[in-house]
T-cell receptor
Framework: DSGVTQTPKHLITATGQRVTLRCSPR?????VYWYQQSLDQGLQFLIQ???????AKGNILERFSAQQFPDLHSELNLSSLELGDSALYFC?????????????FGPGTRLTVL | GENVEQHPSTLSVQEGDSAVIKCTYS??????FPWYKQELGKRPQLIID?????GEKKDQRIAVTLNKTAKHFSLHITETQPEDSAVYFC???????????FGTGTKLQVIP
């Protein structure tokens, strides 16, 4: 157990819908990262937050948005869902904002868009 | 931005043999190179990392080497065991506010 929690574990929804994925980082970690992992694919970096502020942005679609709240939990919002958005979404946390720190991954949320 | 290439995409070895996974990176400013292991259906977990001021690092049966001049780094697993079967990801980061860029992964199968 990494100490990072994600809810829900599974999410099944229809095209065009909107969903929210939630992540709670390890105690003491200020950075939260979001990744998308499609079937048999690598980890695609979406976005990073550090202590409530956006720090780095990857190939995140305009239909996707995220935020980090004062209690440091983070939410990833996915809207106008398409079939291709079906994937495993991981959240990771680290103690600092630098990319040179170990990232601890949560168990992931498996999103299925029908 | 940074680009990380990883080879091979799949690797099968007999139990007890060694396995080598190679990665190249494009950004000469990258100075942190972690390796993550992802077992089937589970989360990625850090198994070893190396920083640019070090050429080699070992942890029991796992070692990582770094060649900054050639911009490539490798993961070596010796005396492989069935529990080593997993997908391994290399990654690179320039630190600071730079993100970590992951390779595409290598699926390692250790045959008993």
């Amino acid at each position: 157990d990494s100490g990072v929690t994600q809810t829900p574990k599974h999410l099944i929804t229809a095209t065009g819908q909107r969903v929210t994925l939630r992540c709670s980082p390890r105690s003491g970690d200020l950075s939260v990262y979001w990744y998308q992992q499609s079937l048999d694919q690598g980890l695609q970096f979406l976005i990073q937050y550090y202590n409530g502020e956006e720090r780095a942005k990857g190939n995140i679609l305009e239909r996707f948005s995220a935020q980090q709240f004062p209690d440091l939990h983070s939410e990833l919002n996915l809207s106008s869902l398409e079939l291709g958005d079906s994937a495993l979404y991981f959240c990771a946390s680290s103690v600092a904002s630098s990319g040179s720190n170990e990232q601890f991954f949560g168990p992931g949320t498996r999103l299925t868009v029908l | 931005g940074e680009n990380v290439e990883q080879h091979p995409s799949t690797l099968s070895v007999q139990e007890g043999d060694s396995a080598v996974i190679k990665c190249t990176y494009s950004d000469s400013a990258s100075n942190y190179f972690p390796w993550y292991k992802q077992e089937l259906g589970k989360r990625p977990q850090l198994i070893i990392d190396i920083r640019s001021n070090v050429g080699e690092k070992k942890d029991q049966r796992i070692a990582v080497t770094l060649n900054k001049t050639a911009k490539h780094f490798s993961l070596h697993i010796t005396e492989t065991q069935p529990e080593d079967s997993a997908v391994y990801f290399c990654a690179a980061s320039a630190g600071g506010y730079q993100k970590v860029t992951f390779g595409t992964g290598t699926k390692l199968q250790v045959i008993p």
